[in-house]
């Protein structure tokens, strides 16, 4: 088996499918231009056949493509229009013939009775599994979402309305039925190894339970149940016995935004299933780390094939892997450092993950790259390095790994990482790819990366590259950021500057494209902006992530106080310092927690913020709490809560608010009520305040149709350059 330790490895991608087009002459390119390259995500590997499938939205037409080293890219559903009807959770068979994947945007985990309908299409629309086989022919197995198969493959299990349902695979006239009956609404579905047995958790509101149903019995029993939030189970490799996580559920929904630590710890349990016995293996310690953060993984234990189990833990203040064998007292620290990590898989002897340590470039805080690491090792080895990014590893059945790469002019694609024998150094290096070689003279022989899909190289062609930004919020908190200015300009050049906020909170923007479908967009508009005339800072503000768990749950954040202010302070500092910089012309924008920021900008400041563009931003803290759970405890003081929410809030502000500004959501959001915005442009218009607006009716917080984005971006850049450039 080809591994990271024995093998040096040049990073390839294999030649699935057709190259992009030439490298062209740099021209102007539109919003549409701009956001017109395929978005590709959700990389998962085969348990057979050493085959691949993503996800791929090209323009609003979303489908599940595949491939292997020695079979041609192929796309195994056949959508062609942009109908807002979204693709998740695929998931492949153990034969490697077929994929499983949840088709449309229901009420499945949201309050909302209906699915998602943007397109206004005039059929029952419904989220639904379905089935692509590797020949290309699609099946609606049934209403529902989050398909799982069986361990022979012959059956597919999926959730609907908090109940689990199964079909027949191979036959597609045997209806589903519902599988298990039992209290509580159902989630997270774990064949056991044997395949005799399902686990699952049975989620009962304020508690939650590890559930097993019997197929040959037909029986259902609960192991180890208690008063807690009992998550994330994993099968012993022998199926006798399931690993969860209990969390203490005293902690409110409200409360988990700010707090660092809790009173009592998170823990992992072992349960044996032939009795339903179980006895706490391990308990975080108090402090840092006592409060469970999850980590981007299939499930938050991977069990190992020696008995370990691999999992995610804050200890150190960064969000770090640990090894524990059960019963060793202490966990084995993994992947030391100041840095986080994120999608995380294993074969069951290493670990695979992406994070931000540091492989080599000085800057790569702000990038991502992948990394291994086995139980047997004394040090994580970084398998990617250089200017690129890469994320979402997959590690194919026969050894190889698999990851999205992308860099600060190509949006990401699937790569495959090859053997080449022996040079030192690091493992691999992203030298090249979709055809460009910016570090030409550092590539080795035979190195290349080809696009899986056909894109034009036209609107790339147009991009610069941002550069790592580090200055001081007015309180003195570091703050990263991207500085884009475009080509050619010139010293002492004076520029309309727009000033971005991500949403989230909990995200961190890159040195090149994101691998969320959101911010990839939101840098793609800043890239236009910067072709327009525009020098553009993007913001990595306090409460994001990627800096650890102090900046992540920062003293008085967002409705707790608002503090992400004073990074905006220093943004505006820091812009009138530079030398390129017109201070009488800077706009802001964002969208949803970065619309929040937008407008705490202008309502504080109309004097340095000239305009700005919000999209579905919370604009009082006060009024979105009262969606949220609160806690029974006759101590809480939910008046005071909402008083510290709205001075919070920039609707606290709204009488200095001066500065123009568009207004833009959808009304079907089920992230921040349609309210907030419906609340804000009444309040702005009785104080006299340029507003305009550019509403959506029937789309969803991230929009779903892509001609809607495109309408959205086209606004706000035809917004922007009237107000700052007078056109």
């Known amino acids: ?157 999926y959730l609907h309305d908090g109940k689990i349902y199964a079909a027949d695979v191979a036959d597609a006239s045997k209806k589903p039925e519902q599988l298990v009956v039992a209290e509580g609404r159902a989630s997270q579905i774990r064949p056991s190894l044997d395949g005799a047995k399902l686990a699952f958790v049975s989620n009962r509101g304020d508690h939650s339970f590890i559930g097993v149903f019997t197929f040959a019995t037909k029986t259902l029993e609960y192991v180890d149940p208690g008063t807690g939030i009992d998550h994330d189970p994993v099968w012993s490799a022998d199926s006798r016995r399931i690993a969860f996580i209990r969390e203490s559920p005293v902690v409110t929904e409200l409360d988990l935004r700010w707090m660092r630590s809790v009173p009592v710890p998170w823990s992992i349990r072992m349960a044996d299933v032939a009795s339903g016995d179980g006895r706490q293996i391990w308990q975080a310690d108090k402090g840092m780390g006592s409060l469970f953060h999850e980590m981007v993984a299939s499930n938050q234990l991977l069990g190992m094939k020696d008995g370990r189990i691999v999992f995610a833990w804050e200890k150190t203040g960064w969000l770090h892997l640990y090894s524990l064998l059960p019963g060793e007292k202490e966990a084995k620290l993994l992947t030391p450092g100041e840095f986080e990590i994120d999608n995380v898989v294993t074969d069951g002897e290493r670990i695979v993950y992406s994070s931000n340590q540091r492989a080599e470039e000085s800057d790569d805080i702000d990038r991502k790259h992948i990394w291994s690491v086995a139980l047997t090792t004394r040090a994580p080895e970084s398998i990617t390095w250089g200017a690129g990014l890469e994320t979402n590893p997959a590690i194919l059945s026969d050894g190889r790994i698999s990851a999205m790469q992308a860099t600060w002019r190509a949006p990401f694609a699937p790569v495959v990482l090859v053997p080449h024998t022996a040079k030192a150094g690091p493992l691999s290096h992203t030298c090249a790819i979709n055809g460009y070689q910016p570090d030409i003279d550092r590539c080795e022989a035979g190195a290349g990366l080809v696009s899986l899909m056909p894109q034009s190289a036209d609107a790339a062609n147009g991009f610069i590259s941002p550069k790592q930004v580090v200055f001081p919020a007015s309180d003195g908190l570091p703050i990263h950021g991207q500085w884009f200015l475009p080509k050619n300009v010139k010293p002492g050049e004076k520029l309309p500057t727009i000033v971005f906020f991500h949403g989230g909170s909990r995200r961190q923007m890159l040195l090149g494209y994101n691998p969320m479908q959101y911010y990839a967009q939101a840098y793609e508009l800043n890239q236009y902006f910067v072709s327009r005339g525009y020098a553009v800072l993007s913001v990595n503000y306090r409460s994001g992530t990627g800096y650890g768990m102090e900046f992540r749950q920062a003293k008085d954040y967002g409705v707790f106080g608002g503090s992400e202010y004073r990074d905006i302070e220093g943004a505006v500092k820091w812009l009138k310092s530079q030398p390129n910089v017109d201070a009488k012309r800077i706009g802001a924008w964002g969208g949803s927690y970065g619309g929040y920021m937008t407008a705490l900008a202008l309502a504080r400041d109309s004097a340095d913020f000239a305009v700005g563009v919000d999209l579905h931003g919370v604009h009082d803290w006060s009024f979105e709490m009262d969606s949220w759970k609160q806690t029974s405890d006759p101590k809480y003081d939910a008046a005071a809560r909402a008083k510290i929410a709205f001075a919070a809030s920039p609707m606290a502000d709204v009488t200095k608010w001066k500065s123009p500004v568009l207004l833009m959501q959808g009304d079907d959001d089920r992230n921040v009520l349609f309210g907030q915005t419906v609340r804000l442009a009444a309040a702005l218009r009785a104080e006299g305040v340029d507003v305009e607006e550019k509403i959506f009716p029937d789309e969803v917080h991230d929009f779903l149709l892509h001609r809607n984005w495109v309408a959205a971006y086209e606004a706000a850049a035809e917004f922007f350059d009237r107000k700052l450039k007078g056109k």
């Open 1 to 157: 088996m080809l591994t990271a330790l024995t093998m040096r490895i040049l990073l390839a991608i294999v030649a699935l499918s057709v190259s992009v087009s030439a490298v062209v002459a740099q021209k102007p390119f539109s919003v549409a231009d701009a956001l017109s390259a395929p978005f590709m995500n959700q990389l998962t590997a085969a348990p057979a056949r050493s085959r691949v499938a993503w996800f791929v939205d090209d323009e609003g037409k979303r489908n599940v493509w595949a491939a292997s080293l020695t079979e041609k890219a192929r796309s195994l559903t056949h959508y062609t229009q942009d109908d807002g009807q979204d693709i998740d959770d695929i998931i492949w068979s153990p034969d490697g013939e077929r994929v499983a994947y949840t088709h449309g945007t229901g009420p499945e985990g949201s309050e909302h009775p209906v699915a998602a309908n943007p397109a206004h299409l005039q059929e029952d629309v419904q989220q639904r599994v379905e089935i692509a086989t590797w020949d290309g022919a699609v099946r609606v197995v049934g209403v529902g979402h989050k398909p799982v198969f069986s361990v022979d493959g012959s059956r597919v299990f």
